[in-house]
């Protein structure tokens, strides 16, 4: 009895697996190269004009860089970009600006739960920033209802 026990407990514990992974995240690898974004959630407003859509890219490089283009301003006839770290761990994505905060000795910092990524579609949720101030003021986890969902296509 006592090795059958042993036996079903082995089977238990090595046979479940650990992975939190959604299926629909796809391969890291499938993340690098051009994206723009196709679609936005503008509720709260705050990080895009209107006309970003089908102008703003994101570019994966496979050393951990990721490079924002966008544009801007009343009319949209204004453009730029920022350099900014990334990783992946799961289906979090973070996003990570060095020295990027409001104290300049700070990184800024924002959190995405990848929702959908295959070779073609990308599809993020913003769950959490850190805006790099001093003594841990300026981080928000964005409620539920307040999160924006982005959808990009690879170019």
């Given at each position: ?79 730029g970009s920022n ?39 990308l599809v993020l ?31």
């Amino acid at each position: 009895m006592k090795k059958t026990f042993l036996i079903f407990l082995v089977i238990t514990c090595f046979g479940c697996s650990s992975s939190d992974d959604n299926s629909n995240t796809g391969n890291n690898s499938d993340i690098l190269g051009k994206w723009v974004i196709v679609q936005l959630d503008f509720e709260d407003n705050y990080s895009y004009p209107e006309c970003a859509v089908n102008n703003n890219t994101y570019e994966f490089m496979d050393n951990g860089d990721l490079i924002y283009e966008y544009v801007t301003g009343s009319s949209c006839n204004q453009t730029g970009s920022n350099n900014y770290e990334y990783n992946i761990e799961g289906s979090v994505m973070t996003k990570i600006e060095p020295n990027g905060g409001f104290n300049p000795e700070n990184d800024y910092i924002e959190k995405y739960n990848i929702k959908e990524l295959t070779q073609t579609k990308l599809v993020l949720e913003a769950y959490y920033v850190d805006e790099g101030l001093d003594d841990g003021e300026g981080i928000i986890n964005i409620p539920q209802e307040d999160r924006r969902e982005e959808i990009w296509e690879k170019k």
